[in-house]
């Protein structure tokens, strides 16, 4: 029998599989995208038309490239859109001249800091046209006439995005969101896609107490819309977590949501300090990733976001290395397994009531310490019972439980499920 691969290498492998693929807001990238997301997912596609109003956004003209270079006197192509998605302007409008150097320079984009890296950049919202280059592949480049060419279109069609839903026990949702409109950017985006879907598909082994809704969008305009064609019913997000930046070296990071205290940020503040991961908890600022859509103020939805190195906290973000080579599978996996934790926690958490309130009720007469006998854990499972009977008063939840008596989630969970039996306490 073959050995089993390892989650973190089937990750590395989607990101390695979906890196070339020229992605944005809208277009065909981002449909090549999510079939191939489809094919360890069944998802639901959603097209939605240019100009449709999307809370106070409109949902934009839709890009497509097929080509485009800057050639030299011989027709070399000394930029090349086949050599990476990244040498092209984001929503770059078409253009077909030969002009000279000095012209050409207003419209190359460059890191004069970074010479032998690409940088990203887009214009989604201005039409513009240009090129991302090295600063030493510019130095290199003599005067003279060059031409220039980008074969695109710009014309009303859809946005698209994709949501997955594992059912759960329940109707009330936690939602977890990615991007999907950067192109060849391995850790700002592509990480953050190979653990969702992994993600999923995790949860899919088992039923879960909440039923997770998984969204693929772009940035920024696929929230809103996403938003805006579930407002009536975002009441059923309870929870939510947006996950960004997920495979590279750096520890992890926490952002809260805007709330500060909802429950996915006390759960995963707690996964993080139990397990002893070197890790940072960040207060919510309304910049940065989608969180900020899910979080604003009239939705007010209790949604966090997940990454390791925070965004624009690296050298290599937004450049050309952010490649598959700086995300590991190690990286993904740890990701992937904190989610996992976190989930586990917010799937059993619950707030209970003490049914026998006054004084404490005779468990050995209930068998519950009979229960326990010859366990090597016996007397902190005692102590659990005895804090979960303490602390069952409807107002405060396992989690409470676990942090103020230092006893691990799991066994005041097991200690809550026995006294559930005993019809001690009920949820």
């Excluded at 039409?127 to 030493?136: D, K, N, R, S, T």
């Excluded at 490649?323 to 990286?331: I, K, L, Q, T, Y």
Aim: net charge negative; charged share 20%; hydrophobic share 40%.
């Amino acid at each position: 029998m073959a050995p089993m691969t390892a989650p973190g290498e089937e990750m590395h492998a989607l990101v390695e599989r979906l890196y070339p693929l020229c992605r944005s807001i809208t277009g065909d990238g981002v449909r090549a995208t999510l079939d191939i997301v489809g094919e360890y997912l069944p998802l639901q596609v959603h097209e939605v038309p240019t100009g449709t109003q999307v809370l106070d956004w409109t949902v934009p003209q839709e890009w497509n490239i097929r080509d485009a270079y800057v050639a030299d006197a011989t027709g070399r192509r000394v930029v090349d859109f086949a050599a990476s998605s990244l040498h092209v302007l984001g929503y770059s409008v078409p253009v077909s001249r030969t002009m000279p150097l000095s012209e050409l320079r207003a419209h190359l984009h460059t890191l004069p800091d970074r010479p032998a890296w690409v940088p990203y950049r887009t214009s989604y919202y201005k039409p513009e046209w240009g090129f991302c280059l090295a600063q030493e592949t510019l130095d290199a480049l003599p005067d003279g006439d060059y031409e220039v060419r980008v074969d695109s279109t710009l014309e009303d069609g859809h946005l698209t995005y994709a949501e997955h839903v594992v059912p759960g026990q329940v109707a009330e949702e936690v939602i977890v969101s990615c991007h999907v409109c950067h192109p060849s950017l391995a850790n700002d985006n592509l990480a953050g896609i190979a653990v969702a879907t992994f993600l999923a598909r995790s949860l899919a082994e088992r039923t879960p107490y909440y039923t997770y809704r998984f969204i693929f969008a772009p940035g920024t305009i696929g929230a809103i819309t996403w938003l805006a064609r579930n407002a009536e019913r975002v009441d059923q997000v309870k929870h939510g977590l947006v996950l960004a930046c997920a495979g590279d070296s750096g520890q992890l990071t926490y952002k809260r949501s805007r709330r500060g205290d909802a429950e996915i940020d006390r759960v995963m503040r707690h996964v993080l300090t139990a397990t002893e991961r070197p890790h940072t908890v960040n207060e919510f600022t309304p910049y940065g990733y989608d969180e900020r859509q899910y979080c604003s103020p009239g939705f007010d939805l209790g949604v966090g976001s997940l990454s390791r190195t925070p965004y624009a906290g690296y050298p290599e973000y937004h450049t050309s290395a952010d490649n598959p080579d700086f995300v590991s599978p190690e990286a993904m996996e740890d990701t992937l397994a904190v989610c996992r934790e976190a989930f586990a926690v917010l799937d059993r958490n619950r707030r209970y009531v003490n049914l026998s309130p006054y004084g404490e009720p005779q468990l050995g007469r209930r068998g519950l310490y009979d229960a326990l006998g010859g366990r090597s854990d016996t007397k902190e499972a005692q102590m659990a019972m005895l804090w979960v009977l303490s602390l069952s008063d409807g107002e405060h939840d396992l989690l409470d439980v676990a942090e103020r008596s230092g006893l691990a989630f799991d066994t005041v969970a097991a200690a809550a499920d026995a006294l559930g039996a005993a019809e001690l306490i009920k949820a």
